[in-house]
């Protein structure tokens, strides 16, 4: 009333100026400091939650220092230590992605097979909505999301659509952009190949008994078998012996079989002998 409220702002704002005039008088002010400087007057500047007052950044020259979790296009990994990109081109995150800005080309061998690798992985930046499905589907911690967001060119096509060579990154690069996630992702994967390892050693170890069990059992067996002295196997032998010449015995006793089976052969050669003389007559008295 009566212009009271427009003097409290006009209040508000004169202190403002006066603060921020003082801040800039100071060696250092309240917005540098804490800063990176990168030299040529270029510099990153960390600006707390807290910090109060006005805040101008005079960009591209200065600029914010990003959030961990800040994303803005996906970056593929490059794993340092196993020198193998971790993308075995399942074909996961082209599947969830809701733009379908993802295309991805598995590779093959020489026998035209598929191998779990690819050969060509675009993006398209310019549909890319930056959500990290990508990420959180992804199974092998291949695809990340990157911080670099100064990607202004004149023509969108073919600039915009990134190719696998530009979007891969070496792990340490995402170590540097993600640290926090990326120390909780080695803690899960130590944690995961310790599992494994024990696993296999379990294995080993009931494969070991299982052997050794098999073992023992055979040498148990072999044990319980009664070994027989000299004489027992002479008197075997004899045994066996006698049994063979039995059978040979039984054999020459079955002759009568042979006599018969003779036989038989020499009716067939008889019918044959007259149906080859019937049929030479019919030829001879047909040529009559």
């Not at 800040?70 to 340092?80: A, H, V």
């Not at 499905?133 to 023509?155: G, R, S």
């Not at 944690?191 to 070991?208: L, M, N, P, S, T």
């Not at 015995?249 to 019918?271: C, H």
Request: charged share 35%; net charge negative; glycine share 6%.
């Amino acid at each position: 009333m009566f212009g009271t409220g427009l003097l409290k702002g006009l209040g508000v704002t004169l202190k403002h100026a006066l603060d921020t005039f003082e801040d800039d008088r100071e060696s250092v002010p309240d917005r540098y400091r804490g800063s990176i400087e990168l030299g040529n007057n270029r510099r990153v500047i960390k600006q707390p939650i807290d910090q109060e007052g006005l805040l101008t950044i005079q960009y591209p020259e200065e600029k914010r220092l990003l959030p961990e979790r800040f994303r803005y296009i996906p970056m593929l990994i490059w794993d340092s230590e196993k020198q193998e990109d971790r993308c075995t081109a399942c074909g996961i995150c082209a599947k969830v992605c809701p733009p379908q800005c993802i295309w991805i080309v598995r590779d093959s061998d020489e026998n035209g097979k598929p191998v779990t690798r690819c050969s060509d992985f675009y993006i398209d930046a310019a549909v890319c909505m930056s959500c990290s499905f990508c990420v959180e589907f992804c199974p092998f911690d291949a695809i990340k999301m990157n911080h670099d967001y100064e990607l202004a060119v004149y023509d969108r096509y073919p600039h915009l659509v990134y190719d696998m060579a530009e979007l891969t990154v070496p792990l340490e690069y995402y170590a540097a952009l993600w640290p926090t996630q990326y120390e909780e992702e080695q803690a899960r994967r130590k944690e995961e190949e310790e599992q494994k390892r024990k696993q296999d050693e379990e294995k080993a170890a009931k494969a070991a008994a299982r052997a050794a069990a098999k073992s023992a059992a055979a040498a148990d067996e072999s044990a319980a078998k009664p070994k027989r002295s000299a004489a027992e196997l002479q008197a075997l032998a004899k045994e066996r012996a006698a049994q063979r010449q039995a059978q040979g015995q039984a054999a020459d006793g079955g002759g009568s079989g042979d006599d018969e089976a003779d036989a038989k052969r020499a009716r067939m050669e008889e019918l044959k002998r007259r149906a080859q003389e019937r049929a030479r007559q019919r030829k001879e008295q047909s040529g009559e």
